[in-house]
């Protein structure tokens, strides 16, 4: 199967997804053995025993660079905690000051989309840094649980009624494909190219106006 027919049967399963019916979180949990869950549509309680916002590094948003938050909820006292995306943040031009966002209080009743994100398999640490908030440089939901020590299910949601909500939330629910990889790949690799091509040349001009001198 070709990438455009894995895109479009993608395509497909989501639509099929986002127009099911609201699940509960339990009637998610035991949908985990599915293929995917992005697109499936979560109402649930949500109590913030743990008040830590984690800023998910390098995120673009129309044109911006800045980070994705997200908190950590717990939802029974016997399931895995789910992580929540508080939305999109701008950065400072200065990396040393990080954006203050600041973590839900109170429980809430939330509703929205989840989402599973894929791995990098070149980069996936989850790379915690001290301080509050924590910046992470992935988002590796078992690195995150082993962090908080909580169990986390392998979803994010993202809602869509969090109170006095401002924030961009954007929904890539589809990941590029491996054409468009490799297109990145080869631009590149060929902006390395131009660089080497240039340093060779200022190189060697160099080292000529040495031998003249």
Known sequence: MNGRSR???GQ??????????????????????DDNLTGYKLSTQV?????????????????RVGYLA???????????????????????????????VAAL????????????K???????????????PIRIQNLNIEQLAQLIKKPLAPVVLQPN????????????????????????AVQWFSMAGVFGVIMLFLFFRKLKQQHNQ
């Open 105 to 116: 209080t109170s429980p809430l009743q939330l509703s929205g989309r989840v989402y599973q």
């Open 7 to 9: 895109n479009s049967n």
């Open 161 to 184: 009624n969090i109170p006095d909500d401002s924030r961009v939330h954007p929904w890539q629910p589809i990941p590029l494909s491996s054409q468009k990889h490799q297109g990145y």
């Open 12 to 33: 497909a399963a989501l639509s099929q997804r986002q127009n099911a019916s609201v699940l509960s979180y339990e009637q998610l949990l035991a949908k985990l053995g």
């Open 47 to 63: 109590a913030p025993i743990l008040q830590q916002v984690f800023l998910l590094d390098n995120q673009t948003v129309n044109g």
């Open 118 to 132: 894929q791995m990098n398999p070149m980069s996936s640490e989850l790379m915690a840094e001290t301080g509050s």
């Open 70 to 100: 997200y908190q950590a909820f717990e939802v029974s006292p016997d399931k895995p905690w789910l992580l929540v995306e508080l939305g999109f943040e701008a950065g400072s031009v200065d990396r040393s000051i990080l954006p203050n």
